[in-house]
């Protein structure tokens, strides 16, 4: 071989810097050539990243920053199963060890009649690397969030929204309210016993979303267990949308059908927005729509990256706890019994 040519290692780069190089080229302060030198690359290889941005950016969003390669799974349909039943068993905080992964594999592959398939050791780590998973002490929330992912996710937002207006820019999440209940401290004269009343049990959900400029919050949907609460008695129209069922949780119909709804109404304003939303199980299931885009944030961040989980909800909620309390003393002054149903609780929540 010639002296005078010189062998090139090649360098395989990972998702999170693929999405570091996507962002450098989209500021524009620097020429792609020595972008390729900073990260020893060819520069056809730079090219080629920029082609599949939009795929390494989805890619950033479903699994690890750290993966150089994707890997594809020997049985989609066992991988895709698990995958979903994993995401559901972690958001109802249930404990999920190696035994209880690999055996509800097997049973998914017997069931789809994959009778070769097997869960090993091997089969559980290679799962575990697919889908970014990995083995944590229970804790808070908060803890568990990634911070590298966070700040990757941050890099890549600009892109994300560069195509929209700030007003059509828009955050939808979901809450519980238990909206009979007052706050769960009180004054007392010191020498007394603090004593209080039993707290209503009684719960709803709330479906809250708002645009970037907080100039547009769309009306709340309710989510109850009566389909008829006898308090809509002679009610001809509602303050809030309401919907019910047993759980008064919300599932993948109702969202579905909420974006439905939302969809036809950005149409008659012929006006394009994307919604960023977290990626629970109630969510899976998107219709075609046309004018709303759908963006999931990262799985196991919102508490860090959902604008609604940053002090909107509270501040909501601290709302209306005042609302309730002044509508407790007002009773109290008329001499009425303390209470609050179900449609004067909606028109709190509208008022807030």
């Known amino acids: 071989m010639s002296d005078n040519v010189s062998t090139r290692k090649v360098k395989t780069l990972n998702i999170g810097d693929k999405l570091k190089i996507i962002k450098l080229v989209g500021e524009g302060k620097r020429k792609k050539k020595d972008i390729a030198v900073d990260f020893n690359i060819p520069c056809s290889t730079l090219s080629t990243i920029l082609k599949n941005k939009e795929e390494i950016q989805q890619r950033a969003i479903e699994g690890n920053l750290k993966c150089k390669r994707k890997r594809n799974a020997e049985f989609k349909d066992v991988e895709?199963?698990?995958?979903?039943?994993?995401?559901?068993?972690?958001?109802?905080?249930?404990?999920?060890?190696?035994?209880?992964?690999?055996?509800?594999?097997?049973?998914?592959?017997?069931?789809?009649?994959?009778?070769?398939?097997?869960?090993?050791?091997?089969?559980?780590?290679?799962?575990?690397?697919?889908?970014?998973?990995?083995?944590?002490?229970?804790?808070?929330?908060?803890?568990?969030?990634?911070?590298?992912v966070v700040v990757d996710w941050k890099a890549s937002l600009p892109d994300l929204i560069k195509d929209y207006d700030p007003k059509n820019v828009f955050n939808a999440d979901e809450t519980a309210l238990f909206f009979k209940c007052l706050p769960d401290k009180t004054y007392e004269i010191k020498e007394k016993k603090c004593h209080g009343g039993k707290h209503s049990k009684e719960r709803i959900t709330l479906l809250l979303a708002s645009n970037m400029t907080g100039t547009n919050m769309l009306k709340p949907l309710v989510i109850g267990k009566s389909k008829k609460p006898r308090c809509f008695a002679g009610v001809k129209s509602l303050t809030v949308d309401y919907t019910a069922n047993r759980k008064a949780w919300m599932n993948a119909e109702m969202f579905a059908d909420w974006l439905l709804k939302l969809d036809k109404q950005m149409g008659k304003g012929k006006r394009n927005i994307i919604l960023f939303i977290d990626n629970c199980s109630a969510h899976n299931t998107i219709p075609e729509l046309k004018w709303v885009k759908v963006q999931f944030l990262p799985a196991n961040t919102t508490s860090k990256l959902q604008p609604l989980d940053q002090g909107i909800i509270k501040n909501f909620k601290v709302l209306y706890r005042t609302e309730v309390v002044r509508r407790f003393v007002a009773d109290i002054e008329d001499g009425k019994e303390c209470s609050i149903n179900l449609l004067q609780a909606m028109r709190l929540i509208d008022k807030c």
């Open 80 to 148: 895709e199963c698990m995958i979903k039943w994993f995401k559901q068993c972690r958001e109802k905080n249930i404990t999920l060890g190696g035994p209880l992964i690999r055996e509800k594999a097997e049973h998914f592959a017997r069931s789809l009649g994959h009778i070769e398939f097997k869960a090993s050791n091997g089969w559980l780590e290679n799962f575990k690397k697919r889908h970014n998973i990995f083995f944590k002490k229970v804790c808070g929330e908060s803890g568990a969030v990634d911070d590298d």
